[in-house]
Each structure stands twice: as structure tokens, then as C-alpha cells.
């Protein structure tokens, strides 16, 4: 049966309620579609129960705090920021693992969020988890592809109780819901972003220079796509991003040798982020985001573009 957002909200609202109960409840919200559709359900059912926070982790894209709060106030959504920036970037120091990485990141939420509570006197959890993060997760017997930061990325010992309104929706559907919500276009549009963010970007160990190297790198394919897609060059992906890898390659500036990271650009249609085919970006656009990130971001050599559908790839790089 076709999903019918009209129908689904009330029950989702009485859901709410009643796993919230008389407590009080937070939220965090990401930017993302997600967590911002839970954020105006749960500001529907409990409206007086409900602190929602943004935690900057350090690993947002560019200009990300101050385009969400702009975002949360026109969806009427009362955010505090939290930057906790150093914090996530000292837990990750050294750590390469993808999988280690997420957990980090799971669980520095989850203290970061109980820290929070303890200020706001709160019980209750509300996330914005879909279908496809848990089911990657692991979720009803299946093998982990990786773990979501919002579902096996979580800590074991939590003191906050979870409701999971949109669990078993898959993102077109959460995008139908946002809209009849009456969010923002910009926003139930928004491309999907990963909870643990850029650090998934950034293939293997964190550092400081990476880290700024994937975030300009992001922001110029971003830009470079919405111009295009806007003026009708080409079809806008479901998804389209940056990613660095962790060696460098050797180039040549003038004529000196250079030795430098390369960056991936990953541009990819869905509908439900459970497989994706790699876009066909005309080479015009591919050859103007190549030039643009040599010349605009410094430490960058080399610039590919991945052609891997999911399966066997995944979207993200980690
Ligand atoms: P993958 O990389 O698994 O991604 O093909 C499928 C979709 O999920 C997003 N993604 C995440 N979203 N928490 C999230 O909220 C996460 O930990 C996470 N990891 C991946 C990814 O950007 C893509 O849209």
C-alpha cells in the first residue's frame, strides 16, 4: 500500500505521547531530513516536554550550524547549539577503523546527549532513525554492513529511554512526511547526510588537515551540482559529495613535483539509499569541479570520480 503521510502522522503523534508520557524529552537534531521531520513531530505531540539540541561535532559541513539554526527557526523548532568540536576530534585521534570510528562517534553522542538531559531534567531520547540504518546496523538477524551512528554505533549502557518514530520509514517517505509537515522545501529536500558526517569522509585516520580538506572539497561539489542541476545541465543526484583518501599520489605544479591527497567525488541516484547507480555528470561539470578543488583547496593533487554502483560499493566511503 502506497504510504500516506496524512494518515501516518497522527499515529505517529499518539505514538510519541505516549512513549514520552509525562517526562521530558531531546532531541538532536543533525540538519538532515530525518532528524528534523522527528524534531517537528515530536514538537507536535510534546511540544512543552521538548529541548532540541544541535551538537557540532566538529565533522558538519560548511556553514552547517548556522544554516540549521536558520533552517529549525523557520521550521519553528527551538534549537540550542552544542559544539562539542574538540571533543569528537581528540576521541578519534589515531583511529582508523571505519567501524571503530562509528562507534566512537555513537557513543560520544550519547554522553554528549545524557550530559545535555541531566541539564534539561530529561528521560526520554527521540531520534530520527529510518529503516536503512538499522537494517545496515544489523537489524532482524541481518549481517552489519556498518554501523549507523544512531543504532549500532549506540553505547550498550544508556540512561535515556529511545523513541524511534520514523523507524520503519525509508527516506522518500520521510520526505513526503516533511513536506505535509509543512517544513521547508529546502529542507525535506535536503540531501541526505550521515550522522557521524564528514568523518566517513575522511577514508581512514582524522586529521585536522584532512578534515578541512573534505569539507571545502564537499562544498565546491555541492555547489558545483546544485548550479548545474539548477539550470538544467543535469539531472540533480539523490546524493553527491567529497571524500579524501588517506595517501597521497604524486603530481606536478610548474615544474615542480608535488605530492599531494587525492580527493573522490561521489555522486549517486536512489530512492531509498539501500542501492544507488553512480550519476552521469556531463564532463563539463566534472572537469569544472576537478579544476576548482586543485586550485581552491590546498593539499589536493588529484581529483577522481567514482563509478561504483551499491552493490558492491556502499555510498558513503566508510
Ligand atoms: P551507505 O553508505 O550505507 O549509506 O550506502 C546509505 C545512506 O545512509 C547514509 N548514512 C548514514 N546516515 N547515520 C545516518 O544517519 C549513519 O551512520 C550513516 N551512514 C551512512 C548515507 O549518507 C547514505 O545516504
Redesign the pocket.
Known amino acids: 500500500m502506497a504510504f500516506s503521510p496524512s494518515k501516518f502522522i497522527p499515529g505517529a503523534v499518539e505514538d510519541i505521547k505516549k512513549s514520552v508520557g509525562s517526562d521530558r524529552c531531546i532531541i538532536a537534531v543533525s540538519g ?1 531530513v ?1 532528524s528534523m521531520v522527528a524534531a517537528a513531530l515530536a514538537a507536535r505531540a510534546v511540544p512543552s516536554q521538548l529541548a532540541c539540541i544541535f551538537v557540532d561535532t566538529g565533522f558538519m559541513r560548511k556553514n552547517e550550524t548556522k544554516n540549521v539554526e536558520e533552517a529549525a527557526r523557520k521550521a519553528g523548532i527551538p534549537l540550542k547549539v552544542v559544539e562539542e568540536s574538540e571533543r569528537f576530534i581528540k576521541k578519534l585521534e589515531g583511529v582508523s577503523d571505519p567501524e571503530q570510528k ?1 562507534k566512537i562517534i555513537g557513543e560520544q553522542f550519547i554522553r554528549v546527549f545524557e550530559e545535555a538531559a541531566k541539564k534539561e531534567r530529561v528521560k526520554v531520547l527521540i531520534q530520527g532513525t529510518i529503516a ?2 538499522w537494517i ?1 546496523s544489523g537489524g532482524g538477524g541481518r549481517q552489519t ?6 543504532v549500532g ?1 549506540l553505547p550498550e549502557n544508556i540512561e535515556l529511554r529511545l523513541c524511534e518514530p520514523l523507524r520503519e520509514l525509508y527516506k522518500h517517505e520521510v520526505r513526503m512526511l516533511g513536506k505535509e509537515l509543512g517544513l521547508p522545501r529546502h529542507v525535506f529536500e535536503r540531501q ?5 558526517g564528514l568523518a ?1 569522509r575522511i577514508v581512514g585516520e582524522i586529521s585536522r588537515e584532512k578534515l578541512e580538506i573534505v569539507r571545502d572539497a564537499c562544498a565546491i561539489v555541492e555547489e558545483e551540482i546544485d548550479n548545474a542541476s539548477a539550470s538544467g545541465r543535469m539531472e540533480r543526484p539523490w ?1 553527491y559529495f567529497a571524500a579524501v583518501l588517506p595517501s597521497k599520489t604524486v603530481g606536478v605544479a610548474g615544474d615542480e613535483r608535488i605530492y599531494k591527497y587525492t580527493v573522490v567525488v561521489r555522486a549517486v541516484g536512489s530512492l531509498d ?1 539501500m542501492t ?1 547507480n553512480f550519476s552521469l555528470i556531463p564532463h563539463d561539470v566534472l572537469s569544472s569541479i576537478s579544476t576548482r578543488i586543485t586550485n581552491e583547496v590546498r593539499g589536493v593533487g588529484r581529483v577522481t570520480y567514482d563509478i561504483t554502483n ?1 552493490p558492491p560499493s ?3 566511503m566508510e
Open positions: 538532515g530525518d562509528r536503512p540504518d545496515e554492513i556498518k554501523s549507523h551512528h544512531n554505533g541526505p547526510f550521515p550522522g557521524p566517513v546524493q539509499g544507488a551499491k556502499t555510498i558513503e
